[in-house]
T-cell receptor
Framework: GQNIDQPTEMTATEGAIVQINCTYQ??????LFWYQQHAGEAPTFLSY????GLEEKGRFSSFLSRSKGYSYLLLKELQMKDSASYLC???????????FGDGTTLTVKP | DAGITQSPRHKVTETGTPVTLRCHQT?????MYWYRQDPGHGLRLIHY???????DKGEVSDGYSVSRSKTEDFLLTLESATSSQTSVYFC????????????FGPGTRLTVT
């Protein structure tokens, strides 16, 4: 099975940098996803890591260490619109299934 | 944007009644999923489909059934709704692109009274 842990809530200031961590224990691994979900809306895909290292995409970067069962999402130059829930999800090896963590609610303050 | 719609978007129903939620996609994606999302529990997989008439159970499948007679439609049925099934239900699809990322519909808010 899968066990995924991420902090429940985080607060940061506009313009700052924030790192959202995700640890996982899994019996099968085919990569790790990050999704963003604004309140009352559907999740949307942010990033995918299957190899160790850092993937950068504009203001957002995602890191993976498979040996440590650890990932983080790094958000730079925070904007008010980044206030949302960030979901870490581990991809299984079959049928495209993913197991989601409970999400981290990020609040960006002026 | 994967062109996924869900109907209805909101529904209130009484305990013991059957309910069917519909997911429709226009992207010809092979995989389709039904999740429920509750406060403190994140997204939990109910059932999924890996092709027409090919479905399987997820982690919280009790009390739910699904059907997929066409690539574009995936139906979720609550056989006899209970108050514990009050939730927001999301449909998602996945193609066979890198990492099987999923695209989500707008969600259905279901209240069972």
């Amino acid at each position: 099975g899968q066990n995924i842990d991420q902090p429940t809530e985080m607060t940061a200031t506009e313009g700052a940098i924030v790192q959202i961590n995700c640890t996982y224990q899994t019996s099968g691994f085919n990569g790790l996803f990050w999704y963003q979900q604004h309140a009352g809306e559907a999740p949307t895909f942010l990033s995918y890591n299957v190899l160790d290292g850092l993937e950068e995409k504009g203001r957002f970067s995602s890191f993976l260490s498979r040996s440590k069962g650890y990932s983080y999402l790094l958000l730079k130059e925070l904007q008010m619109k980044d206030s949302a829930s960030y979901l870490c999800a581990v991809a299984a090896r079959s049928a495209g299934k993913s197991t989601f963590g409970d999400g981290t609610t990020l609040t960006v303050k002026p | 944007d994967a062109g996924i719609t869900q109907s209805p978007r909101h529904k209130v129903t009484e305990t013991g009644t059957p309910v069917t939620l519909r997911c429709h996609q226009t992207e010809n994606h092979r995989y389709m999923y039904w999740y429920r999302q509750d406060p403190g529990h994140g997204l939990r997989l109910i059932h999924y489909s890996y092709g027409v008439k090919d479905t399987d159970k997820g982690e919280v499948s009790d009390g739910y059934s699904v059907s997929r007679s066409k690539t574009e439609d995936f139906l979720l049925t609550l056989e006899s709704a209970t108050s514990s099934q009050t939730s927001v239900y999301f449909c998602a699809t996945g193609g066979e692109g890198v990492g099987y990322e999923q695209y989500f519909g707008p969600g259905t808010r279901l209240t069972v009274t």
